[in-house]
């Protein structure tokens, strides 16, 4: 079992930076692949990146790729997703989930476990 908590949305204008973290609790989070979603007003939840459970691979949608970036820091049983440049089309709810496949997926069904959701909002 594992719990999710995100933290660090907020407001900011576009072109900033916003860095989310995710602290989990629980046993062997070094074992779970973690990954980051997001949900935009009024649209269906979607992938934005993920990382291994030995950060050995990372992967982001095309929307971010270059402009996010995914971390983890196993001893503090943390994943991050540092967003620079961000654009008012950033603007969703972001969770973070885990999941037991070692291998890099961007299904949300292979992840178990999400956090609640934290709001970014991007002003132009």
């Known amino acids: 079992q594992v719990q999710l908590v995100e933290s660090g949305g907020g407001l900011v204008q576009a072109g900033g930076s916003l860095r989310l973290s995710c602290a989990a609790s629980?046993?062997?989070?070094?074992?779970?692949?973690m990954g980051w979603f997001r949900q935009p007003p009024g649209k269906e939840r979607e992938f934005v990146s993920t990382?291994?459970?030995?950060?050995?691979?990372?992967y982001y949608s095309n929307s971010v790729k270059g402009r996010f970036t995914i971390s983890r820091d196993n001893a503090k049983n943390t994943v991050y997703l540092q967003m620079n440049s961000l654009k008012p089309e950033d603007t969703a709810v972001y969770y973070c989930a885990a999941t037991r496949s070692t291998a890099v997926t961007t299904s949300q069904s292979s992840y178990g476990y999400w956090g609640q959701g934290t709001q970014v909002t991007v002003s132009s």
């Open positions: 990382i291994t459970y030995n950060r050995g691979s990372t």
């Open positions: 629980g046993r062997a989070f070094s074992s779970y692949g």
